[in-house]
Each structure stands twice: as structure tokens, then as C-alpha cells.
């Protein structure tokens, strides 16, 4: 009687616990559990340096970043290294060949007019009539051919100036003087001499070597003037130029590939920048200054990420919650609870990162992380603890980074996660104590397990002592959270009012007060009660349920009788039945009345409310029929049934629901002359039609297949308990005396 009510029956929680923004407060709260445990991991180190002076310790890279005014140099540098780049014009040999070719028709083509207007000049003066042939000859002889030098006026004048200004009038003259013959054999050999030599690559230190190459291509005996021969050399040696051309697009992508193959310098996590003595040069102290490290640098951005991440998890996980189907969807209490064993989680996790100041190798392994998700395990779900398993690793990846030079640890946040849930795994199907201590040393083999995997994933060379001393504190980890569980256990039972296996089979020893009350004050009742109990049990196991609830919640589920135990019938031995002597609506009320007075004795002990709400929901709202019925026998109108149902409330749980089927069919049963299984089968399936007809089962999860099961279940159990009786020699000749005696 002296207990401590639960949270749930405190009046300022009562107050509290269906505010609108409570869960808001909560969860703002977690958030803050969140941020204030891992701030101090992510204020970045300032260091006081300066160029020239002597460095005081160790200096090393907290994160990766890029060296960008190195990777900048050193691209600079492969971009300078690129030499100018040549592309082969492969065009300017034909376009040479042409601009010759067009010379040798200039010329033939000069030749031709002027041949022609010769000719024309001769053909007019041959067709006028003169009186004698002197005549006819001496305008002959006054016809002349076009002047050498118009011819070459004329043909400067169509060529383009550059060609114009390079060749010599010795040159186009001797071309102009040649016969048409002659012309066409010197421009094929010039023309094949300039392709041979253009064909080759010739830069423009190399157009003398080539322009003399194409000179001894052109042979002296092919031609029959040696002034043609030299006009023939000067126009070839006149075409040939430099066709191996600095292509400047071609270098600048050159260049730039160049600087793409540069790769970017990076400066690795972990990586020494200065050791304790050497000197700060300018090169370190821009790296300094690059990686934030120095005091004068103030940056907001790891608190601003902090505050991000921290939103995310909390975010993450009032979504899980609210979707989940797990106690924390509706019940504030309940989340409540879950925001302390957070805290006290994340308060053991800090606590235990300051170990490392101890300089002991692998000292922060100790950290009995498990017992948070053993404990969300075991007060609420395993789906919870799993989920929160993830933020638990994410977490100790922050605390625990004073081993590492990076923000986060992400060693410690692989082994917190396979710590966390290897308890939650081993404690899903049974969560006794000796089970939490067994899942203890489960989580130490598992911690072993993980730490050794970890070591060798490093590839260091450790000394068997290192090795040694990971492995003893992962053990002990495991150690220290089963025996963190067990002692923080009973607290958040008795203050959250939860209701654990440890719990329920602490309430199902037959020496509780209040569970001797019911076999001393009233045994009838006590025995109906087991009976219900080994019921309910096997047919809650059966649907999934828990059966250990419904056992438990069997054993108190009369405790009312214990007020007026002979007006039940089952604890009247030897007496006559006091209803016999009360009107039926005196009795009604005496027979409702008990499980209201049983819930209201389980509240004034301070019982867990699932308890509590067996006992007031076993019977619904279901009819009192052997009353109702009485009451009728002799009036012509008859009474509203409602004034002879249990006011109720209906099931709310699978348990109470599987109870009260339970607890109308043992009484049943009982009732029975002669039990057997047809007639038990047929008497459970009619109890369990009425009642869902009644609507018993509208406010509960149970589904017609459930049913089915459960009705399986009690024959099954019912069957083994009133089975036929093998009648012995002794059971015959006594009922032999028993029928000569009437």
C-alpha cells in the first residue's frame, strides 16, 4: 500500500500527458538530449600558429579536403609543360599544285589569244583585194604578233599580286616564249616534282631544305632550253611551302587535357601536417588555414550540421513512432519513458568517452551501449530498439571521435549498432532475468566478434596486449549492460506503471497478498481462476497475444468475489444459495458489481492497468440471462435488458477479450453432468457466437480466424482436462454399494 502510484496516476502527469503539443515537447526534448551530448565532439580544435614558429604538438588533418591552391599549381605547371602543337595540311599540296597548275593555263591561254588575234590580224588583210601580190605582201609583213611584254603585262595583271611580286619577269617570259608542247611537258614534271615534296611533313625551318629537294627532282634533259629549266626551278621552288602548321586550338586542347589528368591534391584525414618541433612554414599554414584549424577562423557550419542531423534522427523517428504499431504511436507515457532511457543511454555513452583521457587502449569499448535497446526491448518493443539501435550507432559515432581525427568514430558506430542489436535479438522471445543476463554474455561474444572483425579490417600490426585488452573491455561491455538492465528495469516498471515478464510472473506468485487473499477467502473461486488461467494462456500463445498477461490477468480477474465470496457458486460448499432469498434485481446487482470491486481493490494496490482492465472488461457489456430471465418469469411486461447488463466497458485488448470467452466457458463447462468432447466443442463455439453477436468483440483487434483458433485451443485444453476416467475395480464395486444403498 505504500508503493508509489505510476506516473499515470500522478496528477501533474494526468495534466500533462494530453496536452496538444506534448509530444512536440518531447520530441523537441529528445532533439536537445541529441545536440547538447554531441556538441562538444564537433567544436572544431583551434590551434594558435604562425609562420616560423615552432609547431607544440602533432598537427593532423580532422577531414579530407582538396589542396585546391596546389592542385591549382601543379596544373599551371602540366599546362606550361605542353609544347606548341603541329597539325599536317594535307590540303596544301593540292592547293599548291593547283595555284602552279593555274600559272601553266595563264599561260597557255595568253598564248592562245594572242595566236588567234595573229591569226585574225591575217585572215582580215587576206580577205581585202589589192591590185598585186606586192601589195597583199607588204600588208602582210605590216601584221605582227602581240609584243612579248603585253603578254606578260597581261598575265601579272590576272595572277594574284603575291605570286606576281615573287616570280620574275625572266621566269613568266620564258614560259610566255615556249611552245605549247614543250609547256605542257615542263608543267607535269613541275607539278609531280611539287606534289613528291609536298607530300612530306615541312615545317617552317625545313621549306629550304624542301624547296632545294624539289630542285633536284626536276631533270635538266627533260626540258630542251636551260632557261626554261631555271624558269622551271624558280616556279617549283616558288610553290613549295611550309605545310607542318603550329595549330594553336590543337595545343590549347593540349593543355587543357593536360590539366584534366592533373589529379586533385588532397589532404587526407589523418594525415600529419607538421610534427611537435618542426617549423610552420607558409605551405603548412595555408594548409592549416585550409582545413579551419586556425584560431582566427570562426565557422558556424559543424554546428549548423550538427543541428541538421540531429533534426533528421528526431524527425525519423516521430515518424517510426507514428506509424508504428507499437505503444508509442498513442501512449505519451510510454514516450516519455523512451526519452529517458534515451537520456540515460546517451549519459552512459558520454561519460564513458571521458575514459579515454585514461590512455588505455580499447578503454571506450566498455561502454554498456546494449542496455538502452535492451531496456526499450523489454518496457516496449523490439521493433523500437531495433530503430533505435541506428541512432544509438550514429550517435556514438560522435561521442566517441576523440579517438579518431574525423568527426565521426566510425569504428565505435559499427560496434555500438552490433551491440545494440545483438540484446534486442536475444531478448525478443523471452526477457526473464536469467535470459537478460544470458543475453549479456551473448552481446560480449558479439562485441568480440565485431571489435576483432574491425582490427583486422584495419590491417595494423597490434600487440597481443592491444588485442587483449579490445577484447576484455568488449566483454565487459556486454557484462555491464545485463547488469545495468536488470537494475534500471524495476524503476521504469514501477514508475511507468509497465507491465514486463518480470513483472507479470513477480504477480503470479501464489504468495502475492492479494493472490492468497483469493485462495483463502475464497478457494472456489481460486481454482476457477486457474482453470481460466491454463485457458486464456494457451489460447492467447495460440492467436499470437500475450499469454503470460492473459494468465496473469486470469488469477485477478475475480477478485471482486473476495468482498461477497458465498454469493458466487462456485465458493458455496455446503450451503444453501442466498439468491434464493433476494430479488433478482438484488442479485443483479451483487453479481455485477464484481468486477468493478475487484478493479477498484487492484487500483488501490497499485496494480499495473492491464491488470486492472481485465478485470473490469472480462465481462463487457454481457447479460446477466438467468437474472433477466428470473425477473420476467412472473410480470406481463418485461424488464429493458439493459437493466441487467454489466455496464462494461467491452474488451479493449485481445486479452481481456480471450479472458472473458475463457472465463464463461470454464463456468459452462463445469456446469456440465456429463463433459464430453462433441458437447464441449458444440457448448465453446455457441459461448464464443453469442458473444460476438452480443458485440463483444467490436472494441478489440480479434478477427473471425483468431476465433477459430481460440475455440481450437480451449477444446483442445478442455479436452485433456475432462477426460474419461478409467474406472477401477475398487471405482465399480463402491458404486455397486452406493446402488444397493438407494
Not at 582545413?291 to 523517428?317: K, Y
Not at 534515451?342 to 561502454?367: R, Y
Amino acid at each position: 500500500m505504500g508503493k508509489r502510484a505510476p506516473i499515470d496516476q500522478q496528477k501533474w502527469w494526468k495534466k500533462l500527458k494530453d496536452h496538444r503539443y506534448i509530444r512536440v515537447i518531447l520530441f523537441f526534448t529528445l532533439g536537445m538530449i541529441l545536440y547538447l551530448s554531441m556538441l562538444s565532439n564537433v567544436i572544431p580544435h583551434r590551434i594558435d600558429v604562425s609562420v616560423g614558429a615552432v609547431a607544440d604538438q602533432d598537427i593532423r588533418a580532422p577531414i579530407t579536403i582538396e589542396n585546391k591552391p596546389a592542385t591549382e599549381e601543379k596544373k599551371r605547371a602540366a599546362a606550361d609543360a605542353v609544347g606548341p602543337q603541329y597539325t599536317n595540311k594535307k590540303d596544301f599540296e593540292e592547293k599548291q599544285a593547283r595555284k602552279i597548275e593555274e600559272i601553266f593555263d595563264l599561260v597557255s591561254r595568253i598564248n592562245d589569244e594572242a595566236e588567234q588575234k595573229y591569226n585574225d590580224a591575217i585572215e582580215e588583210v587576206e580577205q581585202r583585194e589589192f591590185e598585186t601580190e606586192e601589195e597583199l605582201e607588204e600588208h602582210l609583213n605590216e601584221v605582227q604578233a602581240v609584243p612579248i611584254e603585253e603578254k606578260l603585262t597581261q598575265l601579272r595583271a590576272i595572277i594574284s599580286h603575291q605570286t606576281s611580286d615573287d616570280l620574275s619577269d625572266q621566269t613568266l617570259i620564258t614560259f610566255l616564249e615556249t611552245d605549247k608542247s614543250e609547256l605542257n611537258i615542263a608543267r607535269d614534271i613541275t607539278l609531280d616534282a611539287i606534289r613528291t615534296v609536298m607530300r612530306e611533313e615541312i615545317s617552317l625551318n625545313d621549306v629550304d631544305q624542301a624547296q632545294d629537294l624539289v630542285e633536284n627532282k626536276i631533270v635538266r634533259s627533260s626540258v630542251s632550253t636551260q632557261k626554261l629549266y631555271l624558269a622551271m626551278i624558280e616556279i617549283a621552288r616558288f610553290a613549295i611551302t611550309a605545310n607542318h602548321m603550329n595549330d594553336n586550338v590543337a595545343t590549347e586542347l593540349a593543355k587543357q587535357a593536360a590539366r584534366d589528368a592533373i589529379e586533385p591534391v588532397m589532404i587526407r584525414e589523418g594525415q600529419l601536417l607538421v610534427e611537435e618541433g618542426d617549423l610552420i612554414t607558409l605551405t603548412i599554414y595555408n594548409q592549416i588555414v585550409l582545413l579551419g584549424l586556425h584560431e582566427d577562423q570562426v565557422n558556424s557550419f559543424p554546428f549548423i550540421g550538427l543541428a541538421i542531423l540531429v533534426l533528421l534522427l528526431v524527425s525519423m523517428l516521430a515518424y517510426y513512432f507514428s506509424d508504428a504499431k507499437t505503444s508509442l504511436q498513442k501512449n505519451n507515457s510510454h514516450l516519455l519513458m523512451y526519452v529517458l532511457v534515451f537520456l540515460v543511454t546517451v549519459v552512459i555513452m558520454k561519460i564513458t568517452s571521458f575514459t579515454n583521457n585514461l590512455n588505455l587502449q580499447g578503454i571506450t569499448l566498455i561502454a554498456p551501449v546494449a542496455v538502452g535497446s535492451m531496456l526499450l526491448t523489454m518496457l516496449i518493443h523490439q521493433r523500437v530498439a531495433l530503430f533505435t539501435s541506428m541512432v544509438f550507432s550514429i550517435v556514438a559515432s560522435i561521442i566517441f571521435n576523440s579517438e579518431s581525427t574525423a568527426v565521426l568514430n566510425y569504428t565505435l558506430g559499427i560496434y555500438v549498432f552490433f551491440s545494440s542489436v545483438a540484446g534486442v535479438f536475444f531478448l525478443s522471445k523471452s526477457n526473464r532475468v536469467s535470459r537478460i543476463l544470458q543475453a549479456g554474455l551473448f552481446v560480449s561474444a558479439i562485441n568480440i566478434c565485431t571489435i576483432v572483425a574491425l582490427l583486422m579490417l584495419k590491417n595494423a600490426q597490434y600487440g597481443w596486449i592491444e588485442i587483449g585488452s579490445n577484447i576484455g573491455f568488449a566483454f565487459l561491455s556486454g557484462f555491464l549492460a545485463a547488469v545495468l538492465t536488470i537494475g534500471l528495469l524495476p524503476f521504469f516498471e514501477a514508475g511507468f506503471g509497465i507491465l514486463s515478464s518480470m513483472k507479470l510472473i513477480e504477480l503470479s506468485n501464489p504468495n502475492h497478498p492479494l493472490f492468497r487473499k483469493i485462495l483463502v477467502e475464497t478457494p472456489g473461486t481460486y481454482h476457477h481462476s486457474v482453470m481460466v488461467a491454463n485457458l486464456s494462456e494457451s489460447a492467447c500463445e495460440a492467436i499470437g497475444a500475450n499469454g503470460l498477461l492473459a494468465r496473469v490477468g486470469s488469477y485477478y480477474h475475480d477478485l471482486g468475489k473476495t468482498k461477497r465470496p458465498h454469493f458466487f457458486i462456485e465458493n458455496q460448499m455446503k450451503m444453501e444459495n442466498p439468491h434464493d432469498k433476494l430479488s433478482p434485481q438484488l442479485s443483479k446487482t451483487i453479481i455485477i458489481s464484481h468486477p468493478y470491486d475487484g478493479a477498484e481493490m487492484l487500483r488501490s494496490y497499485k496494480m499495473p492497468k492491464e491488470i486492472i482492465d481485465i478485470a473490469e472488461q472480462h465481462h463487457g457489456t454481457s447479460l446477466l440471462k438467468f437474472f433477466y430471465h428470473k425477473a420476467n418469469k412472473d410480470i406481463e411486461k418485461p424488464l429493458p435488458e439493459a437493466e441487467f447488463r454489466y455496464p462494461g466497458p467491452k474488451a479493449q485488448t485481445v486479452e481481456a477479450a480471450v479472458v472473458g470467452i475463457c472465463d464463461c466457458i470454464e463456468a459452462a463447462v463445469r456446469s456440465m453432468a456429463k463433459p464430453t468432447p462433441d458437447k464441449i466443442e458444440l457448448l465453446v463455439k455457441k459461448i464464443i457466437t453469442d458473444r460476438l453477436e452480443d458485440g463483444q468483440f467490436d472494441e478489440c483487434d480479434l478477427t473471425l480466424k483468431q476465433l477459430n483458433i481460440i475455440a481450437t485451443s480451449i477444446c483442445e485444453t478442455l479436452k485433456g482436462t475432462f477426460h474419461s476416467r478409467i474406472e477401477y475395480p475398487e471405482d465399480v464395486k463402491e458404486k455397486g454399494e452406493k446402488s444397493s444403498d438407494h
